[in-house]
């Protein structure tokens, strides 16, 4: 599965937006989709997951903040993150896997990944 990560941009702190994983050659359904970030300096960490049955999880920091949801017409995931920090800053990257659900916050187990994409907030 071909996986590609749209959205990111500059946005004021307090601000919002949603960031768009569109797959291609599968079908997310049959996949875990997972969002991770990568802060400059710091290790890439987990961020949000929607599992294949429709369950979500998400990293203690972005809970109540982040929505990650799905369109199965579109083959493609959301990440909505509303009252955004300047410590979200990073480069965001979606990735797909099938690894049981209990192991879905490891980037190691996902197999594909797409090519990243900036959210910088300003303070």
């Known amino acids: 599965v071909q996986l590609q990560a749209s959205g990111g941009g500059l946005v004021q702190a307090g601000g919002s937006l949603t960031l768009s994983c569109a797959a291609s050659?599968?079908?997310?359904?049959?996949?875990?989709i997972g969002w991770f970030r990568q802060a400059p300096g710091k290790e890439r960490e987990f961020v949000a997951a929607f599992g294949w049955s429709g369950n979500t999880k998400y990293t203690d920091p972005v809970k109540g903040r982040f929505t990650i949801s799905r369109n199965n017409a579109k083959n493609t995931v959301y990440l909505q993150m509303n009252s955004l920090k300047p410590e979200d800053t990073a480069v965001y990257y979606c990735a797909a896997t099938t690894v049981v659900w209990g192991r879905v916050t490891q980037g190691n187990y996902y197999g594909y990944w797409g090519q990243g994409t900036l959210v910088t907030v300003s303070s």
């Open positions: 050659g599968g079908d997310v359904r049959r996949n875990t």
